[in-house]
């Protein structure tokens, strides 16, 4: 098996959090259960199935090499390797405020979660730009980046299934300029109001619609971002947590660990010992 974690979170429009690759064993399973951000296997080779419930209705697919299926986060779902042709797959595990958008337009959702490709040559194109970062732990976040942008331009032009977009301009400019004013400000103790002001629009408003887009409130988006800038700095250096605080925003040490913890489950210090890039000390 392999699992690549990617701990860059600089990037919003896809947060990738990592992906891999397994062969599986026979009746190798995951589940019941659910996860926490969205999961894409491509299937390589051998069988499988893949359980999930919507909407009160349970549904079962059976799945050969060259399909994919969709995990969405927080459903309860099931999956299990064939007994004697065990399926090896790869996958990446990923959110972000274009996730949903990128499913969407595949045609995939938590009713219609199987990717089907309309020709083999665009199954192998969307494969191996997932095989390529698999293969390639060496990229830099950048490059990183790239290859799953690229994955996903692929899968969504070979999906049988693929919906037609339709571009919303006067949305996506809310969105990038509210991106824009948190990455220049994201320092200084803005609220959501002074981003809703700084687009000339209503507070409500802004936020009903910037939540009906991403599917997060404002608030969280910017608390996500501060927290991860804070985590960029935890890990590369050796601030003390207070000044952290203060770089990303919070003037009160206290409540910046109070929302570190809220996100990360670890209070900053210990997130600092389990993931710091520092040498240790001879």
């Known amino acids: ?56 209705n349970d549904a079962s697919y059976s799945l050969h090499g060259g399909q ?6 927080n459903r309860l779902v099931h999956y299990d390797a064939h007994k004697d042709t065990p399926w090896e797959y790869m996958w990446i595990e990923f959110d972000g405020m274009k996730a949903r958008e990128y499913v969407n337009q595949a045609g995939l959702s938590q009713s219609s979660p199987i990717y089907r490709p309309s020709s083999q040559e665009g199954q192998q194109e969307c494969f191996h730009y997932l095989k390529h970062l698999i293969d390639h732990p060496e990229l830099l976040p950048c490059e990183v980046i790239g290859y799953t942008n690229l994955f996903f331009g692929s899968l969504i032009r ?38 809703a002001k700084n687009l000339g629009l209503n507070r409500s408003y802004f936020s009903k619609l910037f939540k009906k887009i991403t599917k997060k409130s404002p608030q969280d988006f910017l608390i996500q971002y501060r927290m991860n800038k804070a985590c960029e700095l935890l890990r590369s250096t050796k601030l003390p947590i207070a000044q952290i605080a203060l770089l990303v925003g919070y ?23 389990k993931n710091s890039t520092l040498p240790e000390k001879k």
């Open 1 to 56: 098996m392999k699992n690549y974690l990617f701990l860059s979170n600089d990037y919003f429009d896809l947060t990738i959090y990592q992906y891999g690759y397994e062969q599986c064993c026979p009746y190798h399973a995951f589940g019941p259960g659910m996860r926490s951000h969205y999961l894409i296997h491509c299937i390589l080779s051998g069988n499988g199935t893949y359980r999930t419930s919507f909407e009160g």
């Open 158 to 195: 070979s999906s049988a299934t693929a919906k037609k977009t339709v571009k919303n301009r006067i949305q996506d400019f809310y969105i990038q300029s509210t991106v824009d004013f948190i990455e220049e400000h994201y320092m200084e103790e803005i609220s959501v109001e002074d981003i």
């Open 68 to 73: 994919a299926f969709l995990i969405e986060p």
């Open 251 to 273: 003037g009160n040490p206290f409540h910046f660990t109070r929302a570190f913890k809220a996100t990360w489950k670890l209070p900053p210090q210990e997130w600092r010992k």
